[in-house]
């Protein structure tokens, strides 16, 4: 490492590769701290060609996604089910999305899709789940979300879901800029480019999130399920 001053291009370059593809240092994810967030695995994305928005990586994930949800449950921590709605006649949503190519010609669906939340199997939220609607990419943009976690002492979130470089990357960053620890699932969130994919954990890894694999979060969970339990309840680590 050079002095203040005295860095030259070539080293700067290798500092920033070696920061995107730094691999992430394991943590433990108290149950009691942590919160799943499932973004967007509803039917216009994840139901085989339903719609012109359908991620095919999404319907591949989401049975070991639905892994995930099943280990948050039984450690009875919370878990979060955002779900994109424009049901208010596209009134909810930025207007904005109509001036970038991803939400041209979406007025030709605006009475068929995005209008009701519609989840399919393996991926329906249960009874103890709660569910979030938002009109734009982030979780937390014009919903409850940060309220809810603020309310129940949430220091962690895990993010998976659909798109990794849309809804799911924007739900990062911003719990990010609040406070939170974010573990980013590598295998557990998708888009429809794999390079892109790839370019977001980068970015993501080296500003924003722990980026993890789905057994590595697994592992995580079932340490931090054992830290608490011996230390009688108590949250692991302090607020975020």
Known sequence: MSDVGSYTEEEI????????DAPSEPRPLDPGRTALVVVDMIDEFVKPSWSPYWIPEATRQAPRIREVVDAFHAERA????????????????????????IGRGAEEFEEELFQSVAFSEPLVPGPLDLLVLKHTYSGFQGTPLLTI???????DLVITGTMTNYCCGATAREAFWHGFTVTFASDLNSTDDPELHRAELRTLRRGFARVATGAEILLGLQEGATRRGRQGGAAIGGPA
């Open 149 to 155: 976690l603020r309310n129940r002492e949430i220091t």
């Open 13 to 20: 370059l290798s500092l920033a590769q070696g920061q995107y």
């Open 78 to 101: 919370l878990v979060i089910y955002l779900a994109y709605e424009t049901d208010l006649g596209g009134e909810n949503f930025p207007r904005t999305l109509q001036a970038v190519p």
